[in-house]
């Protein structure tokens, strides 16, 4: 890579010079360009090429850390991203989009990290999804949706990790799953519904695994399955019943 540097000013012998730099790639065509103080600082505005000569990022320098405006371009000419640095760290909203030019993120930093909300979308437009961080970490409700842009799943979260209430849906909006986490993992009773809204099972959870009664139910709302976990392992005599309610097998377990 070539390289070509061009003196722009000395405002002092003792203090500084800021000087014009060009580099090339090795067809000639012009890959960066920017100042330079003192041989080695970059400030100013630096612009980076493909080697189509499209511009590949524009960008603000203050002795050698991002500060300030900064944009990026996919290799057709797109838009790819756009924000702003604060002391080489982004800062503010900063959006990025896919190469047909829609919105693919929105979000908020603060000192290098998410901090505030935050959107994803598909290539088509809609909304993937949608939540809350602080210092980088989700915290907050959490939603997510599928390609179509129907709700699938909202879930809490504090610094990072599910704690609370989390809901999946099947696409036709209707609960799929109901639960709660503590610290990551599941805790207390789950439910899960048939497509069509009905009870399915119930079972109850203790630091991320089974612990306690387990019922499953036909979509009529009989009893179809009962028995019991312990430490996520099937324990004691678990039932399953027939139509009218009979008992028609059993099985037991015992603890390991």
Known sequence: MRKVIFIISC???????EEKQVDFYENGAIKEEGYLVNDTLKNGLWVTYYENQIIK???????NKLNGKSVSYHNNGNKY??????????????EWYFEN????????????????????YYKNGNIRSEGNYKEGYLDGILRLYNEQGILSEITTYKLGKKEGKATL??????????????????SGTFKEFYKS???????D?????????FKSYRKNGDLWLVGDYHAGQKIGTWKEYDASGKIIDTETYKEN
């Open 205 to 213: 959870w203790k630091n991320g695994l089974y612990e306690g009664e």
């Open 101 to 120: 030019g829609q919105l693919e993120e929105r979000s908020n930093w603060k000192s290098g990290n998410v901090d505030g909300f935050s959107e994803l």
């Open 81 to 94: 991203g756009e924000g702003f640095y604060k002391e080489g760290l982004r800062d503010g909203l900063w």
């Open 197 to 203: 809204g009905e009870l399915k099972s119930t079972t």
């Open 11 to 17: 405002l002092s012998i003792l203090s500084c010079k």
């Open 169 to 186: 849906f099947y696409p036709n909006g209707k609960k799929e799953i109901v639960g709660q986490f503590k610290n990551d993992l599941q």
């Open 57 to 63: 990022d524009s960008s603000l320098w203050s002795n």
